[in-house]
């Protein structure tokens, strides 16, 4: 399995998660990840991992994808790394890592998730990721959503998977050796707003950032403690000119100190509890593969603020959810607003919660070892049918 950052983004969970899933049933099962800075995995996985090495100083987002692409390179054309019955890529850098290996004759063929595609102005970017997707020899997707935009806007298909969430993990109740953690976890970070309002994703053009602070600039006329908290952020992407952009509306803004956080990457091991401290999830995003953190948050008991677009509007429904406008503050505010009135909160939360019991990372990865056997099969029938007579 390899993904694209040692990082918790979106990509990367889901990469993590099913590999430790995979390995729970019984199929040996090693991450790979790019780890320039020798820092490890975000956390301690239950499965192998396998940092990939490479230079940490790059020139530009076009540099650092092709050292990225190349550190994968040298990293599998080491003896025995042609040892694994099958290659799952979870990203473009990965991806056009595997689609050479192939061309060089060193693997066989690799399989690959497309959890969405970007825009990118530069053409070397998008060169690579058309061919990360197109030299795979088998397409999965998180989403109908970007299941059908690769069939009718590239005409390539893929099959359709699920993501998850851990439910041991993220709870509304923390388990009895967690409990301390939540007050804590908020007395460190200086939550202490009425309401606390989470983002999570950082600053950057996709998470609709400028839109959630214009929001909460129009909430804050309602309630005026209101505190909002930005978590996350670790991109490979450069987003340098909307961050400095949501800075000088920051600035204008002259909030009072406290009322708006930055805290960049919090360790994982808090992610349960940063949730819990929340009063409403605001994801208003413009762009998702899926969005995993509506899912973490609404099995952590909080409502979720979220895009009136697919893919959200394919799994979730009805009133489990604040549903806005993300092009519009005016309906991001007002969704908050509704999120956080009590006469319907309880039942957003219950219908919430029930959303996130169809999902789990074990059915996903049932999901994908039917996949994988029928990938191998068509891949080399003789060589499976010879395995079956000697078994």
Excluded at 23 to 42: H, K, M, V
Excluded at 266 to 287: E, G, N
Aim: glycine share 8%; hydrophobic share 45%.
């Amino acid at each position: 399995m390899l993904t694209h950052s040692v990082n918790p983004r979106g990509g990367v969970v889901h990469a993590l998660q099913l590999a430790e899933s995979l390995q729970a049933l019984g199929q040996e099962t090693t991450l790979f990840a790019p780890d320039a800075r020798g820092r490890g995995l975000f956390r301690e996985a239950a499965c192998g991992f396998h940092p990939v090495p490479g230079a940490v100083h790059c020139a530009d987002v076009v540099d650092m994808v092709r050292q990225r692409i190349d550190d994968y390179l040298r990293c599998f054309e080491q003896p025995g790394m042609d040892r694994f019955d099958l290659y799952h890529a979870q990203d473009s850098i990965s991806a056009n890592a595997l689609a050479t290996l192939v061309a060089r004759g060193v693997i066989p063929g690799y399989v690959r998730t497309v959890h969405h595609l970007d825009q990118f102005d530069d053409l070397r970017l998008h060169a690579w990721q058309e061919r990360g997707y197109r030299a795979a020899d088998r397409l999965l997707c998180v989403s109908r959503t970007w299941q059908d935009i690769l069939a009718r806007e590239h005409g390539v298909r893929a099959e359709l998977v699920s993501n998850g969430v851990d439910l041991q993990r993220y709870t509304a109740t923390p388990a009895v050796q967690a409990a301390q953690r939540d007050p804590l976890l908020r007395q460190e970070l200086g939550l202490d707003g009425a309401p606390v309002l989470l983002a999570v994703g950082g600053v950057e053009p996709r998470k609709n950032t400028l839109g959630i602070l214009r929001a909460f600039l129009r909430l804050r006329r309602v309630y005026p403690q209101a505190q909002l908290v930005i978590a996350g952020g670790a991109s490979v992407l450069d987003h340098a000119d909307y961050q400095r952009s949501f800075q000088d509306e920051l600035q204008a803004a002259d909030l009072p100190p406290g009322a708006l956080r930055i805290l960049g990457q919090v360790p994982d091991a808090d992610m349960p509890a940063l949730f819990r401290c929340a009063d409403a999830l605001v994801f208003p995003s413009l762009k998702e593969g899926f969005g995993l953190v509506v899912l973490e948050a609404m099995a952590s008991g909080v409502p979720a603020v979220v895009s009136r677009i697919a893919p959200f509007t394919e799994y979730l429904d009805g009133g489990c959810c604040a549903w806005v406008d993300p092009h519009d503050p005016a309906s991001i505010a007002a969704g908050i607003a509704h999120a956080l009135d009590p006469a319907g909160r309880a039942a957003m939360v219950a219908a919430g919660q029930a959303i996130c019991a169809r999902f789990s990372w074990s059915r996903s990865a049932r999901r994908h070892l039917e996949l994988y056997h029928d990938y191998l099969g068509q891949r080399a029938p003789s060589a499976t049918r010879q395995e079956e007579h000697h078994a």
